[in-house]
């Protein structure tokens, strides 16, 4: 039967070598996809308010 899809597309990243042990060392490796997942969410929120404040702008 296999699990049940969670709505996510796998993707390859290409992260400065010395990335991923960092990482691991704040959240442990069985936590980093879960960490980058979060991260770019942040990111991406905080990219899509700016394009949202410029285009009230303009």
Known sequence: MGRPSL???RVSVNL????PDRIDAL???QKRSDFIREALEGALRVAETAVKARD???
């Open 7 to 9: 709505n996510v597309k």
């Open 27 to 29: 959240v442990g490796a």
């Open 56 to 58: 009230r702008r303009e």
């Open 16 to 19: 400065p070598a010395d990335m």
